[in-house]
């Protein structure tokens, strides 16, 4: 089993930037891709960001792109995103994840195609 741990979360003014980290611990993969979801209070969890395990590739919803750039450490086995411009909207509970991946080259966008999943760091932009 995988542990993740979220950090970085907070209250910020609109306008303003925030980085989250994600530490894994305890059984490590050779292949993993790692994302982050978001979810509002009311709200389903959805996408934000994914990144493949070679770091070549990422996506992103489009309501953070140009805004939010997800990267990875794997030497650390740490992923971040790092939140520019933040808005009202982007207000949630933020989640990281990881799965293991046939390829280096994989990243996934779905919530259920993730295995191993953090507590989550709250993040609330105020207006």
């Known amino acids: 089993q995988v542990q993740l741990v979220e950090s970085g979360g907070g209250l910020v003014q609109a306008g303003g930037s925030l980085r989250l980290s994600c530490a894994a611990s305890g059984r490590t993969f050779s292949s993993y891709a790692m994302g982050w979801f978001r979810q509002a209070p009311g709200k389903e969890r959805e996408f934000v960001a994914t990144?493949?395990?070679?770091?070549?590739?990422?996506a992103y919803a489009d309501s953070v792109k140009g805004r939010f750039t997800i990267s990875r450490d794997n030497a650390k086995n740490t992923v971040y995103l790092q939140m520019n411009s933040l808005k009202p909207e982007d207000t949630a509970v933020y989640y990281c994840?990881?799965?293991?991946?046939?390829?280096?080259?994989?990243?996934?966008?779905?919530?259920?195609?993730?295995?191993?999943w953090g507590q989550g760091t709250q993040v609330t932009v105020s207006s």
């Open positions: 990144i493949t395990w070679s770091g070549r590739s990422t």
């Open positions: 994840a990881t799965t293991r991946t046939s390829s280096g080259s994989d990243y996934y966008t779905r919530d259920y195609e993730y295995e191993y």
